[in-house]
């Protein structure tokens, strides 16, 4: 089946914003702990350029979180398959994703987390899918929000394919009865 890759967001526009979301960061933390949780493995490229941008001096660590069946839209189906390593009790905690979409993984991360007693919780991500949202747990920094497509690229995957692309981009699949977005076919994965 043809595939087409429209550029959304280039290489520039990320670089751009990440430098602006990096000094946003920095100066609302300070001088204060804090710990920057990459979301695996979607997040990976923009947790690696968003580190560098920031003039504070965080810990970081890793967490994985899947993602199973038709049903990804259900709570209850989301697993964390990797968990963090540091403690985060009395630091404050900065949770980085590639795309919130429905809302139920960042959800689930957030309550996962708090339990744990952070001085503080707070969302980065990439991208914001509002459109899709079904559950709303706050998403307190934002790279770009967009409105609709499957995207890829820069971290994000189809079939864990296309997550090396520098830009971000729409991912459309040709289909004989007129243009289908990937987003109606399959599930994504974290
Ligand atoms: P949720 O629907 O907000 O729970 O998002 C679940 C996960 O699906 C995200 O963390 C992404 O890893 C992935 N995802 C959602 N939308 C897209 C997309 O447009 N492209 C690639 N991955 C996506
Ligand atoms: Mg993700």
């Not at 899709?132 to 497509?149: A, L, M, N, T, Y």
């Not at 090396?164 to 399959?186: F, I, S, W, Y």
């Amino acid at each position: 089946m043809p595939v087409e890759l429209r550029e959304v967001i280039s290489p520039a526009a990320i670089r751009a914003r990440i430098a602006e979301m990096g000094r946003e960061i920095s100066a609302l933390y300070g001088d204060e702990p804090v710990v920057a949780v990459c979301v695996l493995k979607g997040a990976f490229m923009f947790f690696a350029d968003l580190v560098r941008s920031l003039s504070i001096n965080p810990e970081v660590d890793f967490l994985r979180v899947t993602s199973y069946g038709k049903s990804q839209s259900r709570t209850g189906t989301i697993s964390l398959t990797k968990d963090l390593e540091v403690e985060i009790e009395g630091k404050h905690v900065l949770v980085v994703e590639d795309i919130v979409d429905t809302g139920h993984t960042a959800c689930f991360l957030l309550d996962t987390l708090r339990v744990r007693r952070p001085r503080s919780l707070r969302l980065c991500s990439l991208i914001d899918k509002k459109e899709r949202r079904e559950v709303e747990c706050g998403v307190d920094f934002v790279g770009f929000s967009v409105q609709e497509g499957f995207l890829v690229g820069y971290g994000l995957d189809f079939a864990e394919l296309y997550r090396h692309l520098d830009a971000v981009c729409e991912l459309v699949r040709d289909e004989p009865n007129g243009t289908n977005r990937a987003d109606t076919a399959e599930e994504p994965d974290a």
